[in-house]
T-cell receptor, first 113, second 110 residues
Framework: DTAVSQTPKYLVTQMGNDKSIKCEQN?????MYWYKQDSKKFLKIMFS???????INETVPNRFSPKSPDKAHLNLHINSLELGDSAVYFC????????????FGDGTRLSIL | GQNIDQPTEMTATEGAIVQINCTYQ??????LFWYQQHAGEAPTFLSY????GLEEKGRFSSFLSRSKGYSYLLLKELQMKDSASYLC???????????FGGGTRVLVKP
């Protein structure tokens, strides 16, 4: 199936741990994104990469580090997890161009104990 | 910065019409998107407006007035499966960056 797929779907871990979330798209898109959706359902952009180059880097703690090994993959590594990191993290991708919609993965539900 | 406002929740009856309003303040406007998000699922693209006027796509239509910083999403012939959150998102020119509103939760009742 053509899609944006992210793993794992659920992640339950303890404060202070380090974890990674992986994202892959087979839509042939040039641009990939990471969003955070908190308990109030606000969806906020964190990072965006275009052809492996970082183009958007919002005010995110530097415990969060994205990595794009190629344009089809954008992974998110989080160090020293905190309670406030509990949220749903969505990966998305799009073609370049202003009218290009973003296609979202199913989300990773991160719970910090 | 960007302010995007939309109502938190709306309730409507199956078969009826519902209009979800979105107002925004932004610089460098590059279009407005509407997404649908069912509970526990990913947002999915519904519509895009960059010029003033109405765009119609089946039961869903979206309107934009750039001078007023205003858009609405119109859902006609409501079905139970339309119960979801509807997210308004404004695009800025640089980097295809989207800023989302808080979403409007629509509950369709029989």
């Amino acid at each position: 199936d053509t899609a944006v797929s992210q793993t794992p779907k659920y992640l339950v871990t303890q404060m202070g741990n380090d974890k990674s979330i992986k994202c892959e798209q087979n839509l042939g898109h040039d641009t990939m994104y990471w969003y955070k959706q908190d308990s109030k359902k606000f969806l906020k952009i964190m990072f965006s990469y275009n052809n492996k180059e970082l183009i958007i880097n919002e005010t995110v703690p530097n415990r969060f580090s994205p990595k794009s090994p190629d344009k089809a993959h954008l992974n998110l590594h989080i160090n020293s997890l905190e309670l406030g990191d509990s949220a749903v993290y969505f990966c998305a991708s799009s073609q370049q161009g202003r009218n290009q919609p973003q296609h979202f993965g199913d989300g990773t539900r991160l719970s910090i104990l | 910065g960007q302010n995007i406002d939309q109502p938190t929740e709306m309730t409507a009856t199956e078969g009826a019409i519902v209009q979800i309003n979105c107002t925004y303040q932004t610089s460098g406007f590059n279009g407005l998107f509407w997404y649908q998000q069912h509970a526990g699922e990913a947002p999915t693209f519904l519509s895009y407006n960059v010029l003033d006027g109405l765009e119609e796509k089946g039961r869903f239509s979206s309107f934009l007035s750039r001078s007023k910083g205003y858009s609405y999403l119109l859902l006609k012939e409501l079905q139970m499966k339309d119960s979801a959150s509807y997210l308004c998102a404004v695009a800025k020119a640089a980097g295809n960056k989207l800023t989302f509103g808080g979403g409007t939760r629509v509950l369709v009742k029989p």
